[in-house]
């Protein structure tokens, strides 16, 4: 079945280290999406990506990374320059020029201890 | 940019009772997609319905339906013969029209309870 695959489920992370959070998707979807989720903020953007090896910030990019080396994946790092990194965090794809909404992943919970 | 409202951080509804959630949305778009998504205690995102701005009929998906009023830029989902499963965080999202990757914008949520 096609579908978005989130790994890990849960991270934890020290403060001062980076952690690359895993986003694949086998549904041959051209864009791809980050968006962190607080309680109570809904989702934000973090980053997009359109098509292979180009993206595009999103509303809170800052302390973010991305790269998009292959259609199907999109690893989001959270480096230490992120002042609060703790959230959860939902990569989404969809198809280019048609407006169905997003196929959500099933997220990744960061915790930074 | 476009901002979406969502006014009530929180509803209760009865089994079997219909409630409606609210939203609002600002935009100068006029060809745009408005979407209503649930995420029960799982986390997981899925869509409940959608709504095409240049459509004037309104969107329903079984128990789901939508007032659209599109000069009041205002959407809100009605649920009808709520169950317990309709437990969830509800979200309303605005998508631009774009020939390329479309970006949602989302509320900040609505938790429903449903309860016996």
């Known amino acids: 079945d096609g579908g978005i695959t989130q790994s890990p489920k849960y991270l934890f992370r020290k403060e001062g280290q980076n952690v690359t959070l895993s986003c694949e998707q086998n549904?041959?979807?051209?864009?791809m999406y980050w968006y962190r989720q607080d309680p109570g903020q809904g989702l934000r953007l973090i980053y997009y990506?359109?098509?292979?090896?180009?993206?595009q910030k999103g509303d809170i990019a800052e302390g973010y990374s991305v790269s998009r080396e292959k259609k199907e994946s999109f690893p989001l790092t959270v480096t230490s320059a992120q002042k609060n990194p703790t959230a959860f965090y939902l990569c989404?794809?969809?198809?280019?020029?048609?407006?169905?909404?997003?196929?959500f992943g099933s997220g990744t919970r960061l915790t930074v201890v | 940019a476009q901002t979406v409202t969502q006014s009530q951080p929180e509803m209760s509804v009865q089994e079997a009772e219909t409630v409606t959630l609210s939203c609002t949305y600002d935009?100068?778009?006029?060809?745009?997609?408005l979407f209503w998504y649930k995420q029960p205690p799982s986390r997981q995102m899925i869509l409940v319905i959608r709504?095409?701005?240049?459509?004037?009929q309104n969107a329903t998906e079984n128990r789901f339906s939508v007032n659209f009023q599109k000069a009041a830029k205002s959407f809100s989902l009605k649920i009808s013969d709520s169950q317990l499963g309709d437990t969830a965080m509800y979200f309303c999202?605005?998508?631009?029209?774009?020939?390329?990757?479309?970006?949602?914008?989302f509320g900040t949520g609505t938790r429903l309870q449903v309860t016996l």
């Open positions: 990506s359109q098509i292979v090896n180009d993206f």
């Open positions: 999202a605005f998508m631009k029209r774009t020939g390329t990757a479309s970006k949602l914008t």
């Open positions: 549904l041959n979807h051209d864009a």
């Open positions: 989404a794809s969809s198809k280019n020029g048609r407006e169905n909404g997003y196929t």
């Open positions: 935009t100068s778009e006029n060809n745009y997609y």
């Open positions: 709504q095409e701005a240049y459509k004037q």
